[in-house]
T-cell receptor, first 112, second 112 residues
């Protein structure tokens, strides 16, 4: 079983719609969680950290379910500029000796 | 403020050669990590350095090595290049080990 699993998509979504991605992780010792966004042939950029209480940043909402070991990202009122690959990332706290563990990413295409 | 800078941006090498990639972290960040990203996959953790010491190593062969300098910049070295080493090599900096990471634009290495 892969450490971090994501549906690769692509998700084709009309502009203005709401879209949600899930990600599951296998290591129960994981303590820090992030969503990164990666545009084609560019570096990953931090979108948001994911906290146990959930967090919201504008149109983006992230949730963490430790019992089921999954993380979600919700994008409301999607824009054309949201088209990108969204990477789910987990790490263990305490030195981070394992580095960040990335999923393969979910490819999102927002259509006009 | 300058972000993470990597050099060179693109590189073409022949099988069997050696390559050195360079990274300068965000000012004040003491942790540098290296990742390899092949097409269609998420980044894979290679090394983490914090305060000039190796703190973590991913599942890569001994042909891969790295170091961190007193000014916190870092080098990644790869010996005896193979065709399969062709990838985007990403450097990430963090204030401390285990934190969210900020990536440079990457070095795209092509081995022919």
């Amino acid at each position: 079983r892969k450490e971090v699993e994501q549906d690769p998509g692509p998700f084709n979504v009309p502009e203005g719609a709401t879209v949600a991605f899930n990600c599951t992780y296998s290591n129960s010792a994981s303590q820090s969680f992030f969503w990164y966004r990666q545009d084609c042939r560019k570096e990953p950029k931090l979108l948001m950290s994911v906290y146990s209480s959930g967090n919201e940043d504008g149109r983006f909402t992230a949730q963490l379910n430790r019992a089921s070991q999954y993380i979600s990202l919700l994008i409301r009122d999607s824009k054309l500029s949201d088209s990108a690959t969204y990477l789910c990332v987990v790490t263990r706290r305490g030195g981070g000796a394992d580095g960040l563990t990335f999923g393969k990413g979910t490819h999102l295409i927002i259509q006009p | 403020d300058a972000g993470v800078t990597q050099s060179p941006t693109h590189l073409i090498k022949t099988r069997g050669q050696h390559v050195t990639l360079r990274c300068s972290p965000i000012s004040g960040h003491k942790s540098v990590s290296w990742y390899q990203q092949v097409l269609g996959q998420g980044p894979q953790f290679i090394f983490q350095y914090y305060e000039k010491e190796e703190r973590g190593r991913g599942n890569f062969p001994d042909r891969f090595s790295a170091r961190q300098f007193p000014n916190y910049s870092s080098e990644l070295n790869v010996n005896a290049l193979l065709l399969g080493d062709s990838a985007l090599y990403l450097c990430a900096s963090s204030p401390r080990a285990g934190n969210e990471a900020f990536f440079g634009q990457g070095t795209r290495l092509t081995v022919v």
